[in-house]
């Protein structure tokens, strides 16, 4: 194990599934704490776990004793410093294109459904699962929409969404189809976005890291 990776995690969550992918792909032994985000009053939110990372979210990488959250920032901490596949081009306007495929995922995409976020329409507005469902699908039709028409146009868009090996981007999509089929949306209008999904399913890195394959999965999750 690479100086004592460990990752702090939720099975579910898309944050945690990315670092997830990003470790498999960079080949990296690490050990999974998980932290379940809906028990014990959300155990990210104890005070062993907010003295770890004060954001009191997922995931969170310790490595060498130092803690790192954020998902994105933890995937690009591993390029830097472990060899091995990079997840990150080389090329400054290639890896621009992947920033901006990622983040636009993570931060304009995702919070639409983080789980604080469904809470909190429940709790303050009165939104219902059928409510909440069709508030995530708007978001993630608007979300979906732009990427599939940036992959198409991109010139950089080859077997995967920057070339022809999978990185950051596919660290963020394939978790970002995995979240959107939980609300039932449908993906048949975003077919570049599914090509590229598609190539990343079966790869050992992908299967490994999958929500229903990690130690903390319910048990009527896991595959039969």
């Not at 570049?192 to 394959?213: D, Y």
């Amino acid at each position: 194990m690479a100086d004592g990776l460990v990752l702090h995690h939720y099975w579910r969550s898309s944050a945690s599934y990315r670092a997830r992918i990003a470790l498999n792909l960079k080949g990296l032994a690490y050990r999974i704490a998980p932290v379940h985000l809906l028990e014990d009053g959300g155990q990210q939110h104890h005070a062993g776990y907010r003295a770890m990372n004060p954001q009191a979210l997922v995931p969170t990488l310790v490595h060498a004793g130092q803690a790192i959250g954020q998902s994105l920032a933890i995937i690009e901490y591993l390029d830097e410093v472990f060899p091995g596949p990079r997840l990150l081009p080389v090329d400054p306007l290639q890896r621009a294109a992947a920033r901006s495929l990622a983040l636009y995922m993570a931060s304009e995409g995702q919070p639409m459904m983080n789980l604080r976020v469904l809470q909190y329409l429940e709790a303050k507005h009165g939104f219902g699962e059928d409510d909440k469902a069709g508030w995530v699908r708007h978001w993630l039709t608007v979300n979906f929409g732009n990427l599939e028409a940036q992959l198409a146009a991109s010139p950089y868009t080859g077997e995967f969404a920057v070339g022809d090996a999978p990185g950051l981007v596919e660290c963020c999509l394939v978790p970002h189809t995995f979240a959107a089929a939980r609300f039932n949306l449908d993906m048949t209008p975003y077919p570049t976005v599914m090509r590229i999904v598609g190539n990343c399913r079966e790869l050992p890195a992908f299967v490994a890291a999958h929500p229903f394959r990690q130690p903390d999965t319910p048990a009527e999750f896991r595959p039969a």
